[in-house]
């Protein structure tokens, strides 16, 4: 429990910012449920985490991938099964 | 390009549904343009994702990730600087 970071916000380390926008994702239940679990993974590791930062990581780690490595990350994915009602245009 | 998948929607191979939930997460502005980034290499590899599946897709990497790298990978995230205005309760 050495590694504890502090919750405090704070900007980028190289002191640019980035405008900070909200995205709405579809995902399953499990998806969420995921999240969580990671965010409790990281906390029993002394790091607080929320929602949006879990997800911010797991984007710049495909990002750090190898284009066969992410490949056959997506590969695995299930895709959703969306059930939409027709907008009428 | 032998590698390419069906854009078709489909089931979890399990058979198995989980609700489609939606959530909306705070990212820096970088952080959705790595996200369609990220689809212009799957794309390029002949996997047609969308933003959410890129999504989804990091955060099953993320769990499988052991502790330490997970911790390791989380202490590298800038945390985001959140102006928000105070909601009077």
Same mark, same amino acid.
Not at 13 to 23: E, F, K, L, N
């Given at each position: ?34 999240? =969580?679990? @990671? #965010?409790? %993974?990281? /906390?029993?590791?002394?790091? &607080? ?18 284009? =066969?490595? @992410? #490949?056959? %990350?997506? /590969?695995?994915?299930?895709? &959703? ?9």
């Amino acid at each position: 429990m050495s590694s504890k970071v502090s919750k405090g916000r704070r900007q980028t380390s190289t002191g640019q910012t980035s405008p900070v926008v909200r995205r709405a994702f579809s995902m399953q239940e499990a998806d969420a449920q995921l999240i =969580e679990a @990671l #965010r409790v %993974r990281c /906390a029993t590791q002394g790091m &607080l985490m929320n929602q949006s930062e879990v997800v911010r990581v797991g984007l710049r780690v495909l990002a750090e991938m190898s284009d =066969e490595e @992410l #490949r056959n %990350r997506a /590969a695995k994915l299930e895709r &959703l099964t969306v059930l939409r009602p027709k907008h009428p245009k």
